[in-house]
């Protein structure tokens, strides 16, 4: 799951869980900017990026 939302007026927050095995929540990739810079295309694009950083760093514990 990719949490997207404008966190405080002009700041948006996009956060990625990162599990480990058995499901156990062990970081948090998260990303703050100025919501003037980061368009609905540009907040996707990095949700899509994160998501795959997210699995890579699950794999490395072990995890799915």
Known sequence: DVYKRQFMAGITVVAVPVFA????????LVV???????GAAVVQQLAQVMQREAADLARLQGGS
């Open 21 to 28: 095995p058995g499901g156990r929540l062990v970081h948090t």
């Open 32 to 38: 703050v900017g100025l919501s003037s810079q980061m």
